[in-house]
């Protein structure tokens, strides 16, 4: 693609308990997208963003602000979040926020589970969490998957700037 790619930037949500296996996503995540030939994809997650002494819920809204695109990585850490329950999800699920939502199945959860407003989203590999005993070859294959679905997302609803 000749000319200036499109900046799309993505708010990745996940409980700070899942962050070993968030990080990891997130770079398998980084690797097929870096290459996109439609897009610049700016990843922004608060174990890599956010420094010492800052105001993390400053900077945190200030992201969800940014955000064109926001990938939440379901699991019962995600779900029992009192932050992410009251701060991050209300920014995607407001409809006129203008703002798209990707919810991932990271890890496995009880169909009882308490989605907080998801249960009505398609959830990427709902019945195929990313950790679900996956050698890493088939975790960064499923990590490929989500960075095609986020390129529908983005060329669908005319994404970045």
Do not use: C
């Not at 979040?81 to 990271?106: C, G, H, T, W």
Request: proline share 4%; glycine share 6%; net charge neutral.
């Amino acid at each position: 693609m000749s000319g200036k790619l499109k900046k799309v930037e993505v708010f990745l949500s996940f409980a700070a308990k899942d962050a070993p296996v968030a990080e990891e996503l997130w770079s398998y995540l980084n690797d097929a997208l870096i290459s996109s030939r439609h897009y610049a994809w700016h990843l922004w997650g608060f174990t890599k963003e956010l420094l010492v002494g800052e105001n993390f819920d400053q900077e945190i809204q200030k992201a969800l602000q940014e955000a064109d695109l926001g990938v939440f990585a379901l699991s019962s850490g995600f779900l029992n979040s009192p932050y992410i329950r009251n701060k991050e999800l209300p920014a995607f699920l407001d409809e006129a926020q203008n703002r798209r939502i990707i919810p991932v199945q990271m890890k496995a959860l009880s169909s009882n589970a308490d989605l907080h407003g998801l249960q009505t989203r398609q959830i990427f590999r709902y019945k195929s969490p990313y950790w679900a005993g996956r050698a890493p070859h088939s975790r960064e294959a499923w990590a490929i998957d989500l960075a095609d679905e986020m390129h529908r997302v983005a060329q669908k609803y005319g994404l970045g700037k």
